[in-house]
């Protein structure tokens, strides 16, 4: 296509090592068109989501959007783009990844949308990238949609549409959802065969887990070693990435949801309805959506306040939780101790979170990326641990041997007289207790941290609540936790013996 960057022609790809990315067998359409044609709006429309961000400001969409449609029973993926109208003389690194990123959506599409603005009419930009379509052979496959139709008067302006030489245009309104379902009709009727009837594989258990940090990180670069490909846009400019993006893909006996999200920064740092801000606030929302959040810092750099406000949200949420520390191949001169150093400053600046792993890695070496996965597969195994009764009265009964219940208010001693396991993903404990008001809150610590090292309780949050123990007469007689034994009760048992 003369004087823009975009052709249609690009080879199919499959994905590489041990990761299998989107191993679907449904069909999948993208959503293609210049910028501000109403792509996400139609996207979220019919995912039934408020999934990408939509603004008037041109260039919004700039990684593949990706989410699964169901309609009268049957099933297809939808891809929303970026805008195709850039100029060359006019690209920045930016602007090139955009369409590169559609272009790799439209070589792995059965079906495109080729959306038109009717209120804007049919533009030079649009008969441009609709003879690229013809050009490239890819009119059979391509859906003229006319969006942007709220009334009556735009419906009678479809006869424009006819110029470009692709077919019937679907008028709609992706805002109002008028004409959709139409469309959604013509598209099922237009859906290929599944491509592989293979019998399916056993499902695998699924983990979401979230990638967040400061902008500049490399949070996607991160995201795009693991994978072996540029799934997402890579640059040094703050904001490259402004939308929550989930990538499916399997890794060992895992089905992996990764969802990369917008650099955080502080709020008074942006406008208070700009698409920074909207991109910080996804990605804040996204921290409650997963199961394991990864947070991501420079090596080089130093732990500053954001960092720590971040993670205490992480820890308030309750997610596991795993520190990477990237860019390490910039750390000059490495010896054999510089890891313990770092994980000391590490843990020094996030005291509260001891209990998270830390990893090092560099994204653009490709060096321990995947370990990520590996360490993520064995928080969650030990999420999901189960505790016998008879191992937590053997862990209770020996930590009380070591250190007795810390009082806490009033004068009356604290007895503890059994814990219990009460649910997982997190670990989630009970200590009943004849007063929960007076047994002091280190001491609660005390046994979260000891519960973890005697289990091997890795990378997640132990939450651990206490209970009055309503007293029956049999637990009266019993020994409590925590307690000494009535000698008199105990002299008169021996001399009944006799």
Known sequence: MAGFLFDFKLPRRIICDTIII????????AIVGRANVGKSTLFNRLVEKNKALVSPLSGTTRDR?????????????????GGLDIESSQAGPIEKNIVKQAQKAIADADLMLFLIDIKNGVLPTDKELAREIIKSSSKSRTILVGNKADSLKYHQMAGDLYSLNLGEPQMISAANGSGCGDLLDLLVSRLPKRKNRSVPEKKKPEIKVAIVGKPNVGKSSILNS????????VTDIAHTTRESHDIEFSYKDYNFILIDTAGIVRKSRVGYKTLARASIEKSLQTISQAEVVVFVTEAQKKIDALDKKVTQEILDSGKSLIIVANKWDLIPAKET?????????YYNQFPYLWWAPIIFVSAKDGVRTRKILDMIIDIEKSKAIQLSKSQLDKFLKY???????????GLRNP???????VGTKPPRFLLYVNDPKILHFSYIRFLQNNIREKFHILGTPIQMETKKWN????AKEN????????????????KATK
């Open 415 to 421: 007895y503890i007289y059994k814990i219990e396991q």
């Open 479 to 494: 020994k409590k936790y925590g307690q000494r034994e009535n000698i008199a009760k105990a002299v008169a048992k021996l």
């Open 65 to 81: 959007n990706i989410d699964k449609v169901s309609w009268q029973g049957k099933y297809f993926i939808l891809i929303d783009t």
């Open 399 to 409: 930590q009380i041997s070591r250190h007795r219940p810390a009082r806490g208010r």
């Open 22 to 29: 989107m191993k679907t067998t449904l069909p999948q359409i």
């Open 337 to 345: 101790n510089t890891v313990n150093q770092y994980v000391d400053y």
């Open 471 to 474: 007293v029956s007469i049999e």
């Open 226 to 233: 693991i994978l072996g490909e540029e799934r997402v846009i």
